[in-house]
């Protein structure tokens, strides 16, 4: 599996925007983009995916590099609820119907009142 | 909908005993899969299992198996516990079929070995 780097920690003020980055240099064709985040005790949570358009959901808004080399994970309007640590995944065509995924240490994003 | 639900939720074993971890994947969701989170190793895949069958498997002794019943229900079995085992041991489940292959996680089981 292809490899994601991320910075260990970030921080924001509530209520701004947050651009959170993913490097993956060595992404294939075939890879999707997939964020998770994990909140303080509890389980990872689906955030959003993409390949090769920017996408957008109700949670946050995916930005892909052209080169799909990076990516960026924006979340528009911070509020304390989104303090978590967010995991940028790759997951190929053909393991994206598993349940396996690929975790990295992922980016501890703390949200300041 | 209900999510997933892990149970025993907290459990306090000794080295050398076996333990017994449960989930109940979200209804309609064949594929169930375990993962083990640690402080040093963060986040990592122990196994899956679709349709009572395992078809992946990460990089963890044979101390560590699973089953799944025909419910989909899933249990999880860590056999002569190390004190290296503490850990939060996270249940997924998700539909499979649905091209985002989007997980599903509960809770969590947190296992203390002493």
């Known amino acids: 599996d292809a490899k994601t780097t991320q910075p260990n920690s970030m921080e924001s003020n509530e209520e701004e925007p947050v651009h959170l980055p993913c490097n993956h240099s060595?992404?294939?064709?075939?890879?999707?983009i997939h964020w998770y985040r994990q909140l303080p005790s509890q389980g990872p949570e689906y955030v959003i995916h993409?390949?090769?358009s920017n996408v957008n959901n109700r949670m946050a808004s995916l930005a892909i590099a052209e080169d799909r080399k990076s990516s960026t994970l924006i979340l528009h309007r911070a509020t304390l609820r989104d303090a978590a640590v967010y995991y940028c995944?790759?997951?190929?065509?053909?393991?994206?119907?598993?349940?396996?995924?690929?975790f990295g240490q992922g980016t501890t994003l703390q949200v300041k009142p | 909908k209900a999510g997933v639900t892990q149970t025993p939720r907290y459990l306090i074993k000794t080295r050398g005993q076996q333990v017994t971890l449960s989930c109940s994947p979200i209804?309609?969701?064949?594929?169930v899969s375990w993962y083990q989170q640690t402080p040093g190793q963060g986040l990592q895949f122990l196994f899956e299992?679709?349709?009572?069958?395992?078809?992946n498997k990460g990089n963890f002794p044979g101390r560590f198996s699973g089953r799944q019943f025909s419910n989909s229900r899933s249990e999880m079995n860590v056999s002569t516990l190390e004190l290296g085992d503490s850990a939060l041991y996270l249940c997924?489940?998700?539909?499979?079929?649905?091209?985002?292959?989007?997980?599903?996680f509960g809770e969590g089981s947190r296992l203390t070995v002493l």
């Open positions: 995944i790759l997951r190929d065509d053909g393991s994206s119907n598993t349940g396996k995924l690929i």
């Open positions: 997924a489940s998700s539909w499979v079929g649905r091209n985002t292959g989007e997980l599903f």
């Open positions: 993409g390949l090769t």
């Open positions: 299992y679709f349709s009572e069958t395992q078809r």
């Open positions: 209804s309609g969701h064949r594929s």
């Open positions: 060595t992404i294939s064709g075939t890879d999707y």
